[in-house]
């Protein structure tokens, strides 16, 4: 294992994967992309170095790496940060990993741990807690991962991520626009989200019907005095039927129509807006009001969130 000593110290920069070295280790593993996993594998240099200038590591940085597969990206990234945790599901890929660290980037072999789990459930982590979030995420789960480790792992401070450009467009959606909705306003919840940036299909192996996009958080501190699951319970009512006023949609929420805009307007909130139109303080708000003015559910009226992270 790299000592502390050595674990900021420059390294021989590694030897990147290529498409064709990619394809060779999947056939010597017998390996073939699933699509139930979402794997679309990086094969081009320029983008994961690319991928991790704009992740900003500095040699003190632990970073949390989600699916790096075959390791086109993991590479790179030991050569920035002084550790990665690489969280990998597919077994053979996380096997392979720690041997193709050791082939192209020996002296960094001692940066990287290998965890052979599902990232959007796990929980325990090896060592030092990751600093950073760097990963090709894949297409179906990008949003629960996200809202996962940034609700388990407190330690991750920022973070650049590749999804699929139209997942890209909602995570960052403003108030108001089209594409904002319930990822939207949780993932704003534990971070300022922004876009950073585009990525072509053709850099994948195999090639994606879409476009990829770029984003880049920045944790901050959530509304004072909100709680997390009460505020994504009313997150997930406001938008189960996003036409719908915010006094109709959260009606079964609040256990009525007249009790829901009671809330709202205890909130400072139009009953007449739609979910759309708000903010995840304003929903934060919401949520207080709700705790003060409805403290105990009414026969039937279920207040959690589907989905916490």
Same mark, same amino acid.
């Given at each position: 294992?790299?000592?502390?000593?050595?674990?900021?110290?420059?390294?021989?920069?590694?030897?990147?994967?290529?498409?064709?070295?990619?394809?060779?280790?999947?056939?010597?593993?017998?390996?073939?992309?699933?699509?139930?996993?979402?794997?679309?594998?990086?094969?081009?240099?320029?983008?994961?170095?690319?991928?991790?200038?704009?992740?900003?590591?500095?040699?003190?940085?632990?970073?949390?790496?989600?699916?790096?597969?075959?390791?086109?990206?993991?590479?790179?990234?030991?050569?920035?940060?002084?550790?990665?945790?690489?969280?990998?599901?597919?077994?053979?890929?996380?096997?392979?990993?720690?041997?193709?660290?050791?082939?192209?980037?020996?002296?960094?072999?001692?940066?990287?741990?290998?965890?052979?789990?599902?990232?959007?459930?796990?929980?325990?982590?090896?060592?030092?807690?990751?600093?950073?979030?760097?990963?090709?995420?894949?297409?179906?789960?990008?949003?629960?991962?996200?809202?996962?480790? &940034?609700?388990?792992?407190?330690?991750?401070?920022?973070?650049?991520?590749?999804?699929?450009?139209?997942?890209?467009?909602?995570?960052?959606?403003?108030?108001?626009?089209?594409?904002?909705?319930?990822?939207?306003?949780?993932?704003?919840?534990?971070?300022?989200?922004?876009?950073?940036?585009?990525?072509?299909?053709?850099?994948?192996?195999?090639?994606?019907?879409?476009?990829?996009?770029?984003?880049?958080?920045?944790?901050?501190?959530?509304?004072?005095?909100?709680?997390?699951?009460?505020?994504?319970?009313?997150?997930?009512?406001?938008?189960?039927?996003?036409?719908?006023?915010?006094?109709?949609?959260?009606?079964?929420?609040?256990?009525?129509?007249?009790?829901?805009?009671?809330?709202?307007?205890?909130?400072?909130?139009?009953?007449?807006?739609?979910?759309?139109? &708000?903010?995840?303080?304003?929903?934060?708000?919401?949520? &207080?009001?709700?705790?003060?003015?409805?403290?105990?559910?009414?026969?039937?009226?279920?207040?959690?969130?589907?989905?916490?992270?």
């Amino acid at each position: 294992m790299e000592d502390e000593a050595g674990a900021g110290a420059p390294q021989p920069e590694p030897r990147l994967l290529g498409p064709g070295e990619v394809r060779r280790i999947a056939a010597r593993l017998g390996v073939r992309p699933s699509k139930r996993l979402g794997q679309n594998f990086v094969t081009d240099a320029g983008t994961v170095r690319r991928i991790t200038a704009l992740a900003g590591l500095d040699a003190s940085d632990v970073v949390l790496e989600v699916g790096p597969g075959f390791g086109s990206l993991t590479l790179p990234l030991l050569a920035a940060a002084r550790r990665v945790v690489a969280v990998e599901v597919d077994p053979a890929l996380a096997a392979e990993l720690p041997r193709t660290v050791a082939a192209h980037a020996p002296a960094l072999a001692g940066r990287l741990a290998v965890v052979t789990a599902d990232a959007a459930r796990v929980r325990d982590l090896p060592g030092e807690p990751p600093t950073v979030l760097a990963a090709n995420l894949p297409y179906s789960s990008a949003v629960p991962i996200m809202l996962h480790l &940034l609700a388990t792992v407190p330690t991750l401070r920022r973070g650049l991520v590749m999804v699929q450009a139209e997942v890209a467009d909602r995570m960052t959606a403003p108030p108001g626009s089209r594409t904002y909705g319930v990822p939207s306003v949780k993932l704003a919840w534990f971070a300022e989200v922004r876009k950073a940036g585009q990525v072509p299909r053709t850099v994948f192996w195999p090639a994606p019907m879409v476009d990829s996009g770029l984003v880049a958080f920045t944790r901050r501190d959530p509304p004072p005095g909100a709680d997390r699951t009460e505020v994504f319970a009313v997150v997930d009512a406001a938008f189960a039927q996003r036409r719908k006023t915010l006094r109709a949609a959260l009606a079964p929420w609040a256990g009525s129509a007249a009790a829901a805009e009671h809330v709202l307007r205890k909130a400072a909130v139009d009953p007449a807006l739609r979910g759309e139109s &708000l903010g995840v303080a304003d929903f934060a708000r919401i949520a &207080l009001a709700g705790r003060e003015m409805l403290p105990v559910p009414p026969p039937g009226v279920d207040r959690r969130p589907r989905t916490i992270g």
